[in-house]
């Protein structure tokens, strides 16, 4: 079992990034995922989940209408308007079931993270 997310980096306020994350080795075809956030001093959180059917299962006010999460070959984070809160160390997590949602303990597989810097 193997999550792989990519596609951080460095960009200014109001400009857009897509994550990726590519999951392999799953029973699952396609399992739940869910993208966290961890910014320094502060407890990692959900930004966005999705179950086994595309569903979107989480998707909280202070993203929803800037962040966007979709699946084809892997599962994306499209993150528009950025803004330096936004910044922190970007997490893709895998669940052993069809649906989870922002509980941490839902998700049993983890990929290593990927920084996004909002600065101007």
């Known amino acids: 079992v193997q999550l792989q997310a990519f596609g951080g980096g460095l960009v200014q306020p109001g400009e857009s990034l897509t994550l990726s994350c590519a999951a392999s080795?799953?029973?699952?075809?396609?399992?739940?995922i869910g993208w966290f956030r961890e910014a320094p001093g502060k407890e990692r959180e959900a930004v966005a989940c999705?179950?086994?059917?595309?569903d979107i299962t989480y998707l909280p006010d202070f993203v929803k209408y800037r962040f966007a999460i979709s699946r084809e070959n892997a599962v994306y984070l499209q993150m528009n308007n950025l803004k330096p809160e936004d910044t922190a160390v970007y997490y893709c997590?895998?669940?052993?079931?069809?649906?989870?949602?922002?509980?941490?303990?839902?998700?049993?597989?983890w990929g290593q993270g990927t920084q996004v810097t909002v600065s101007s």
């Open positions: 997590a895998a669940a052993r079931k069809a649906l989870a949602g922002r509980d941490r303990a839902d998700y049993a597989y």
């Open positions: 080795g799953f029973t699952l075809n396609r399992p739940a």
């Open positions: 999705l179950s086994t059917n595309n």
